[in-house]
């Protein structure tokens, strides 16, 4: 999902519908090279990996046609150009909860794992997991697939380098 997204973040608007062919090709060949992921447990873990990819990817397709039309019109992507739709549901949303908040506040001083967002937090399981997932649609987290810790992404300590501007009257 972090090749995905780092993918999106980079993408030229023209390349992002072969992006998007390309990527369900090469998850159709991994569930080929390794049937084993058609049986469980594999399959509940592969199912969630497909339809955060396919969020991922209905984003990848919105963003992308909201850069060419702006590429075509020759202009640079403003803040007044970006759809008010995707500004709420991927900036605001997202951190209007003051437990996503306090968690990417956190975040911004380092990773931490499942169970010290819980500690932080007082959330477990699903409900946790709701709040983690919603970071991570957003782009503001990560997932690290090395050590399991959730980092903040660029995007994520950038809009938290901006809010500690707002607040400190720079």
Same mark, same amino acid.
């Given at each position: 999902? *972090?090749?995905?997204?780092?993918?999106?973040?980079?993408?030229? $608007?023209? @390349?992002?519908?072969?992006?998007?062919?390309?990527?369900?090709?090469?998850?159709? @060949?991994? #569930?080929?090279?390794?049937? &084993?992921? =058609?049986?469980? $447990? *594999?399959?509940?873990?592969?199912?969630?990996?497909?339809? &955060? =990819?396919?969020?991922? #990817?209905?984003?990848?397709?919105?963003? /992308?046609?909201? =850069?060419?039309? %702006?590429?075509?019109?020759?202009?640079?992507?403003?803040?007044?150009?970006? $759809?008010?739709?995707?500004? %709420?549901?991927? !900036? !605001? &949303?997202?951190?209007?909860?003051?437990? =996503?908040? /306090?968690?990417?506040?956190?975040?911004?001083?380092? +990773?931490? /794992?499942?169970?010290?967002?819980?500690?932080?937090?007082?959330?477990?399981?699903?409900?946790?997991?709701?709040?983690?997932?919603?970071?991570?649609?957003? @782009?503001?987290?990560?997932?690290?697939?090395? /050590? +399991?810790q959730y980092l903040i992404t660029?995007? +994520?300590?950038?809009? #938290? @380098?901006?809010?500690?501007?707002?607040?400190?009257?720079?």
């Amino acid at each position: 999902m *972090c090749r995905l997204k780092e993918s999106a973040e980079r993408m030229d $608007p023209d @390349e992002a519908d072969d992006f998007l062919k390309n990527q369900i090709q090469i998850d159709d @060949e991994l #569930m080929n090279k390794y049937p &084993e992921l =058609r049986q469980k $447990p *594999c399959i509940s873990c592969f199912q969630v990996y497909t339809t &955060e =990819r396919d969020q991922l #990817m209905k984003a990848i397709g919105e963003l /992308s046609l909201t =850069r060419s039309g %702006l590429k075509r019109q020759g202009q640079i992507s403003y803040m007044k150009d970006l $759809p008010d739709e995707m500004v %709420l549901s991927r !900036i !605001i &949303e997202p951190l209007s909860h003051p437990v =996503r908040f /306090s968690m990417i506040k956190a975040l911004s001083r380092g +990773g931490m /794992s499942y169970k010290e967002l819980s500690t932080l937090t007082g959330y477990k399981g699903g409900h946790l997991l709701f709040h983690v997932t919603r970071l991570i649609e957003a @782009e503001l987290v990560a997932k690290d697939a090395t /050590s +399991g810790q959730y980092l903040i992404t660029e995007k +994520g300590f950038g809009l #938290m @380098e901006m809010i500690k501007k707002m607040y400190s009257g720079l």
